[in-house]
């Protein structure tokens, strides 16, 4: 590391005080980049370690090396039709849920922002889902669609078996998680409406475009960094969605996602290796998304790694 | 926990929030259905979690609005549940401990990366936005039998070293944008009065970025106090089971039914002080949340 | 200064990377081969138990099963506190309901290395899955002289590969209960059962995606003359004849026609149990237990009776053997006082207890001539008919595997999603994968 000159104008004699700017910064930082390698690259190896084994789920532990070299579990994964039903349950339940709590999260945001009274109130109100564990958000919608103490059926007549049928349990699985988050939503796209000058509808008004034009031609655009953002990151977290489903129908009538099915394999049915693949696999899907975002647009990320 | 660290990218409350302007004449009545619309969706099912909370027997059978004989049973069992009141401690010793680590080890690297000069930055950075998106089954696994084979399977430090794993690179993601807001000026000041960095940072910027501390914090212990994946997979017995793996496993105290009277009891009791939490921090949780994304 | 200092952080992740590696290649001992022999030398070197260790025994000792829905657990507990308090004392700790979620727990503790069960209540069919992973101590010292107390059927369960792994603890024995006010006595076959269903309420019984499903598939299906496995166990027999689609035919049909109400498929004992007692259905299939609770439910109680199950039109009949063995970790701390407890447990006071206050089935032989059993349980012979001739499930290490190649097809034909041919053809497929896992 070469010393580049600190141009903080600061006389000649500063430097040889304490640490100089890379050192401290070398100091300061790498305690965290030990415990992240510890902590999240550590378990990552060895969960990829894991994977090219095949662990005897008969014999006590007698392990092989999963043919052809060391990719018989991800060979097996991908042939499994249960594999792929879980990456197209995982997929589906990730585009209704973003769509619904845009769609929604838009709706109240809209309402939220031309409702002038009360806004603290209002704001409390709707984080109160977002407060909620989703531990007790899958509890909370399981009593209220399960027979029978829950009351949809008789408000709505019929007698699905809401949470023992497919598609039913699915769809009860992404209500859950749009109650929980379409509110959050909504506060992120209340901020980006509050920041639009309210000049330019004004002018616009005076141009003679309609409520409608108004929204898609000024509110729509303005908004769509930040509905960017959110987007992105609510399709990383639906795509490794766990506790829901788990606590919800336990993967049970077509709501096994990813992470879903490698749990199961790794804990209920002790096929450690193949297991392990599972959970590679899901990695690696969200990782996908997760790195295109991050080098294409970046985020705020450049804007923060500038000096 | 990831969406939060997307846009939690500034700092300061927003005091300086430019809200628009209020409309000209009467809210229309169309607004108030809307409102109250949003208020029953947001509200109406922690209400029937609630009601169901104060029935006990064949009440809980019935799915009515209102709880016929209103009771208080089932929160008296379920504090005298002593597998209960123990994973209410184990949760506050578990977020508490993660909260403080990561926002005693973020800060110092948040630091650097706001204002040190050094290269890797964007790299460092990429690194700690990618592993807030981790999905935890990745690591569930390994972190099993790593921790069964040294010992420190079901215990509480085995599950704060994995809740790190998210909560550090959120803290150090949420508190970059707040150091970057601080102005400059007041550091140089101090570097210019003979300071090092360290005791700049120590002294000019600790204090003015408290609010980022807290939010940073805030965010942190909610989202450790809402991890499940790793609660049941590393824990066996309540001596460390925290909250949500203990609220999944509840057999009930009564032995005769389905025990959604005490599971709902639990569910709310634990529900209400992150309730207050954000009833108090709202404005801070929603400008920290917010700012991000509008300036962004 | 720096330079180097990175390249010792580098060099100790890879020594890390190493240690994992190698870390875990200790585990894999050479074992027995690619799984050539089947169920022979498995078990070569289990730990043995000490039969004298429960002379001195003192501490405490935890006894770990599932929900204690009949309080029989309780009971039992309080009296063993009783009897060695304060030097040894007993404590209880309850998994959730459901046969699957205790087998998790159970496996979890075992795979952590962890004391935290001394004896676990184990079901009987994972004697041969606990046995393969050397997680139970060898009880054949210990049992040796006792087994002649017990009734053979439930000592076959908790044995393997030659080796007795357990004591059985509780047996039984799949029955048929019915609303005396809608219903007279059992018919004779199963298709009359559920035609007399359709009109009189239904039929409630375990549809859910779990092992209970398992049970009560079976039960039809060996009544309709089908079998899991070939003789030697190495190879599926599940789709061989027609059983199959019959027997799951028939299921389905019954949910189509009302004769089972549609939420069958989210039932598990308890929800069963809970319809069964709201008065309206005319029959239910449960084990033993839910006698006793059903004579404490003001809807049913003295309306209802229970009885052997009917014969599949055309075939047998085929109650399933159920019920539980005690068992002990080899990761026990207090194996001495394992010991105790079991002993107390198959006691012939708490054996009688169990049979009289709770209607549980013993597995000792003389409780069931008891005068006080015989008129706690007026079914008693007939229950000890029925265990004796129950049919047990599928012995095999992998027998998870199989329950659940069978659960989840049959449930996914009860709900509508396939049809009984495909779920039979899809479960035969899984379970030969499943008997070929490594």
């Known amino acids: 590391m070469t010393e580049a000159t600190a141009n903080t104008g600061a006389p000649q004699e500063r430097r040889s005080r304490g640490l100089s700017e890379k050192g401290l910064a070398f100091w300061m930082v790498s305690p965290s980049m030990v415990l992240i390698a510890l902590v999240a690259a550590y378990p990552i190896i060895y969960a990829i370690w894991l994977s090219l084994h095949e662990y005897s789920v008969r014999v006590a532990g007698l392990s092989r090396w999963a043919e052809p070299f060391g990719l018989g579990n991800y060979q097996a994964a991908l042939q499994n039709a249960d ?183 790794f804990a209920t049915n002790r096929i450690y290796g193949l297991g392990a693949a599972y959970s590679i696999l899901t990695f690696i899907t969200v990782m996908i998304v997760s790195f295109t975002y991050i080098w294409t647009v970046g985020g705020n990320i450049r804007g923060l790694a500038e000096d | 926990m990831a969406t939060e660290a997307a846009v939690a990218e500034r700092a300061e409350p927003r005091t300086k929030t430019k809200k628009a302007p209020k409309p000209q004449g009467g809210t229309p009545w169309w607004m108030w259905i809307a409102i109250a619309a949003i208020v029953v969706f947001c509200l109406f099912p922690f209400y029937w979690l609630v009601n169901l909370s104060l029935k006990t027997g064949a009440d809980l059978g019935d799915s009515s609005l209102f709880p016929p004989n209103p009771t208080l049973a089932n929160y008296e069992s379920i504090f005298n549940n002593s597998d209960f009141t123990r994973a209410l401690l184990n949760s506050a010793i578990i977020s508490l401990s993660t909260t403080a680590l990561a926002l005693l080890v973020g800060s110092f690297c948040a630091y650097a990366l ?132 203990a609220i999944a496993f509840f057999t009930g105290s009564t032995q005769f039914e389905i025990p959604y009277g005490t599971i709902t009891a639990a569910s709310v009791t634990i529900s209400v002080p992150l309730i207050l939490l954000v009833l108090f921090f709202q404005k801070r949780i929603v400008a920290g949340l917010t700012a991000g994304a509008v300036k962004g | ?248 035919q028939f299921m389905v049909d019954g949910v189509k026609d009302g004769a089972a109400p549609k939420a069958v498929t989210t039932y598990m004992e308890p929800e069963s149990l809970t319809a069964f007692q709201t008065g309206k259905p005319a029959y239910m299939r449960n084990w033993p237990y839910a006698y006793a609770l059903n004579q404490k439910a003001k809807n049913v109680k003295g309306k209802f009776d229970v009885g052997p199950q009917p014969t599949f039109e055309g075939g047998e009949k085929a109650g399933i053997l159920g019920g539980h063995n005690s068992v002990i970790s080899v990761y026990s701390k207090n194996p001495g006082g394992a010991l105790k407890l079991i002993e107390h447990i198959g006691s012939p006071e708490i054996q009688k207890a169990y049979a009289a206050q709770f209607s549980l089935s013993p597995v000792r032989a003389d409780v069931y001539d008891d005068p006080e059993v015989q008129k706690a349980i007026p079914f008693a012979t007939q229950l000890r008919e029925g265990i004796t001739n129950a049919r047990a499930r599928p012995v095999s290490p992998v027998y998870p595997q199989i329950s659940q190649a069978i659960y989840k097809n049959v449930n996914a034909a009860l709900s509508g999603q396939q049809s009984p041919e495909d779920a039979i053809k899809q479960a035969n497929s899984d379970i030969e994968k499943a008997l070929s896992t490594f």
């Not at chain 2, 550090?168 to 944008?177: D, E, F, G, N, R």
């Not at chain 2, 408290?210 to 914090?217: H, I, K, Q, V």
Request: glycine letters at 8%.
């Open chain 3, 1 to 248: 200064m720096t330079k180097r200092l990175m390249l010792m952080l580098c060099a100790a992740l890879l020594c890390g990377v190493f240690v994992a590696a190698c870390g875990d290649d200790s585990s894999s001992s050479g074992g027995g081969g690619g799984g050539a022999s089947e169920e022979s030398g498995q078990t070569e070197g289990a730990k043995v138990i000490d039969p004298s260790l429960a002379d001195n025994a003192k501490g405490e000792v935890t006894y770990c099963q599932g929900k204690d829905t009949s309080g029989n657990a309780h009971y039992m507990i309080d009296e063993f506190n009783k009897k060695y308090g304060p030097d040894l004392k007993a404590k209880l700790v309850e998994f959730p309901a459901s046969a699957d979620e205790q087998r998790t727990q159970f496996i979890q503790r075992q795979q952590a290395k962890s004391g935290d069960c001394d004896v676990f209540s184990s079901d009987v069919i994972w004697t041969a899955e606990f046995a393969s992973q050397k997680w139970l101590y060898d009880m054949s010292p210990y049992m040796e002289d006792k087994k002649a107390d017990y009734i053979e059927a439930p000592v076959e369960t908790v044995t393997y590969d030659g080796k007795i792994w357990g004591v059985p603890e509780s047996s039984d024995a799949g029955l048929l209960y019915y609303n005396t006010s809608k219903v007279k006595e059992i018919p004779a076959t199963w298709q009359e059962v559920y035609e007399q269903a359709k009109s009189k309420g239904g039929i409630v019984y375990q549809g859910a995606a779990y092992e209970g499903l398992t049970c009560d598939f079976l039960e039809l299906f060996f009544g309709a003359g089908g079998e899991v496995l070939s003789e030697d166990g190495t190879k599926s027999a599940f789709a061989e004849g027609d059983a199959g689609v019959k027997a799951l």
């Open chain 2, 114 to 245: 706001a204002r040190l000069r050094f290269r890797f930055k964007f790299g460092i950075l990429a690194l700690v936005l990618s592993i807030t998106t981790f999905p935890a089954i990745a690591i569930a696994a390994p972190l099993f039998r790593l921790w069964s084979d040294i010992g420190i399977y079901n215990t509480l430090i085995g599950l704060i070293i994995p809740n790190l794993t998210f909560a550090l690179p959120l803290a150090i993601y949420i508190l970059v944008s707040f150091f970057k807001e601080i102005p400059k000026d007041l550091e140089e000041a101090a570097l210019v009065d003979g300071a090092t960095h360290f005791v700049a940072f120590r002294k000019v910027v600790v204090p003015l970025a408290a609010p980022g501390l807290a939010t940073a914090g805030i965010l942190t212990f909610i989202a450790t106090w809402n991890e499940f994946l790793l609660a049941i997979t590393l824990t066996s017995s309540p001596a460390a089971r925290p909250v949500p793996a």
């Open chain 1, 83 to 265: 594999f792929w039903n879980a990456m197209v349950t995982t997929l589906i339940f990730t585009v209704a849920s973003v769509f619904l709590e845009l769609l929604i999260g838009l709706a109240m945001a809209m309402a939220m922002h031309a409702a002038f009274k009360g806004q603290g109130l209002l704001r409390t109100v709707v984080l109160v889902p977002w407060a909620v564990l989703t531990v007790v958000t899958a509890i909370m919608w399981r009593t209220i669609f399960e027979s029978p103490q829950g009351f949809v059926n008789q408000i709505i007549g019929g007698d699905t078996v809401w949470l023992g049928s497919e598609p039913q349990a699915l769809i009860v699985i992404i209500i859950a998680d749009v109650w929980k988050t379409a509110p959050f939503m909504a506060l992120l796209i209340l901020a980006g409406l509050q920041v639009i000058p309210s000049d330019i509808y004004e002018a616009a008004k005076v141009d003679g475009a309609t409520a409608w034009q108004r929204f898609r031609k000024i509110t729509l655009p303005l908004l769509t960094p930040a509905i960017l953002v959110a987007l992105i990151f609510r399709t990383l977290d639906a795509l490794r969605i766990f506790d829901l489903p788990y606590v919800l129908t336990k993967g049970a009538n077509g709501t096994t996602t990813l992470s879903l099915i490698a749990q199961e394999t």
